[in-house]
């Protein structure tokens, strides 16, 4: 630029001019007004001396690019969830207007392989210049893909020289447990939770409710602990992997299970028994079996009711060990079953007494549960001598001759019998 100092008569003059610029990020100047045009953009020039002022406009204008853009190199594709996929690139260009990428679909060949495309590119997306990444969503679970990226202008674009990408989305994640058996109240308990699809980096977490008092859900997905108390808990865990996550609802019951009956009836040699084992806890159906020792002669198990019954044929004490299966638990207890013979007098004869000589003899029977009780049922002892409860007849005699009498034994079971 010139400017040209004059005085008030007109006639130039020799002055010193200072030049100025309004927007030296589009325009500079020099001292001598050598205007350089930086960026597209406007300014003001301005010249200055003896007070003095003036001024021009200056427009700068990025020319048209003289060709397309150099292609970009690297690309890249890798999955972030089942439906996503980050493209990236190189910009190898300084010319570009935008990023033009493109999709195509591929098959999976032999062995898993990535073969033919199925379909043929089409443009799935842009972005602007210097941009160097691209998410492309909506895709399909476990699909394969294939990418290209081409840079454009005003004159067109590159030919995509820069290469191509191969990605296969992630497959849908999916919880594979729905249910957990039932756990024992006090005893440790560990199951581990199932998932498929993602890409194999599974973390768990509860999601929302509680689970049972004395368990819990690590990061891999194993549920374990020793359970403090009975009763059903409802929990929602969570599995994110592969950019996904899902859900599922689990209940869990803590559950005990107990034999509780603790003794068993004394039976009797020929009479029907019959003895119902009863437990509590478990799901409240029961499997009942004799897992060791036996039960007396006679007698059995029936393994649904739980009830032992028969009529026994050999007196003894027996004993044995029973088990009771609910829900999963398992009980077991042992038990003994006294068996009783009949009740008879083993005592025939009595030794003879003397007149006015103490006398003591003793009573014996057999059977029955041993706890005898003795008495006179008809006639009378010789004069002088008595029958104790416990079976003894003792006395001094007063007379000489010979007595005959019937002696009742009875014993704690209900039985009797004499001689």
């Not at 950019?243 to 029907?272: M, R």
């Not at 003397?354 to 059977?367: H, K, N």
């Amino acid at each position: 630029l010139q400017a040209d100092v004059r005085n008030t008569q007109g006639a130039s003059i020799s002055a010193v001019v200072t030049w100025a610029t309004t927007n030296p990020s589009a325009a500079t100047v020099s001292t001598s007004g050598l205007v350089s045009g930086i960026e597209a953009g406007a300014a003001a020039i301005s010249a200055s001396a003896g007070g003095k002022s003036g001024s021009a406009s200056v427009l700068v204008i990025d020319p048209a690019p003289t060709g397309p853009p150099a292609a970009p190199s690297g690309v890249s594709a890798s999955a972030i969830s089942n439906t996503e996929v980050e493209v990236t690139w190189t910009d190898n260009s300084s010319n570009e207007d935008e990023f033009r990428i493109d999709r195509e679909e591929v098959t999976s060949g032999v062995a898993g392989s990535i073969s033919n495309p199925a379909l043929v590119f089409s443009q799935v997306g842009t972005v602007g210049a210097n941009v160097t990444s691209f998410r492309d969503t909506g895709l399909a679970s476990g699909a394969s893909y294939r990418y290209r990226v081409r840079a454009c202008n005003g004159s067109g674009c590159a030919e995509p020289s820069g290469g191509s990408a191969e990605v296969t989305t992630h497959s849908e994640l999916t919880i594979r447990t729905t249910s957990l058996p039932n756990g024992l109240h006090g005893e440790f308990y560990q199951q581990t939770l199932q998932a498929s699809g993602g890409d194999g980096s599974t973390v768990w977490t509860l999601a929302s409710g509680s689970l049972p008092g004395g368990l819990t859900l690590s990061g891999s997905g194993v549920l374990s602990g020793t359970p403090t108390a009975t009763g059903t808990s409802s929990f929602t865990v969570q599995a994110s992997d592969g950019g996904q996550t899902a859900t599922q609802t689990l209940s869990l019951s803590i559950v005990s299970l107990s034999i509780t009956t603790t003794s068993a009836p004394n039976g009797t040699v020929g009479t029907a028994y019959q003895l119902a084992l009863q437990a509590s806890g478990g799901d409240g159906t029961y499997v009942w079996s004799i897992v060791g020792g036996t039960v007396p002669n006679g007698l059995t198990l029936n393994g649904t009711s739980g009830v032992i019954s028969g009529i026994p044929t050999l007196a003894g004490n027996f004993s044995f060990s029973v088990q009771v299966a609910s829900g999963g638990l398992t009980d077991t207890a042992t038990l003994s079953i006294n068996i009783i013979g009949p009740l008879s007098v083993t005592t025939t004869t009595l030794p003879a007494g003397f007149q006015g000589v103490a006398y003591s003899a003793g009573l014996t029977a057999i059977g029955g549960d041993g706890n005898y009780t003795w008495s006179i049922a008809s006639g009378a002892l010789p004069a002088g001598l008595s029958l104790a409860t416990n079976g003894t007849i003792s006395g001094t005699p007063t007379a000489g001759g010979t007595s005959n009498f019937t002696v009742r034994v009875q014993s704690g079971d209900g039985q009797t019998a004499t001689q």
